[in-house]
């Protein structure tokens, strides 16, 4: 079991910055994978960025691609987005999740975060 706790989320105008985190609970964080999603009102959850559990991979939507980071820190058990010159349409509920495959699918992923919300205004 792992639980997902995501912080970092507020209010930013447009080409500013925020750095996301996820505190992970369990000594196997390193196991898996984890991914960021997000959640616009009336919209699908859609994919963001992924990691695999030792870090060495790394993959993003092309929305987000140069502007936003995924990173993480096993030994802290913390996983992070940072995310650098947001737009209004990167605003969303943002979640973190783990699982045993880097990947763009939501359903691959066991373990969810309760989300934080991301208000980018213009």
């Known amino acids: 079991q792992v639980q997902l706790v995501e912080s970092g989320g507020g209010l930013v105008q447009a080409g500013g910055s925020l750095r996301l985190s996820c505190a992970a609970s369990?000594?196997?964080?390193?196991?898996?994978?984890m991914g960021w999603f997000r959640q616009a009102p009336g919209k699908e959850r859609e994919f963001v960025a992924a990691?695999?559990?030792?870090?060495?991979?790394?993959y993003y939507a092309d929305s987000v691609k140069g502007r936003f980071t995924i990173s993480r820190d096993n030994a802290e058990n913390t996983g992070y987005l940072q995310m650098n010159s947001l737009k209004p349409d990167d605003t969303a509920v943002y979640y973190c999740?783990?699982?045993?495959?880097?990947?763009?699918?939501?359903?691959?992923?066991?373990?969810w975060g309760q989300g934080t919300q991301v208000t980018v205004s213009s």
């Open positions: 999740a783990a699982g045993m495959l880097a990947t763009y699918l939501a359903r691959a992923y066991a373990y």
């Open positions: 369990g000594r196997t964080f390193g196991s898996y994978a």
């Open positions: 990691i695999k559990g030792n870090g060495s991979g790394t």
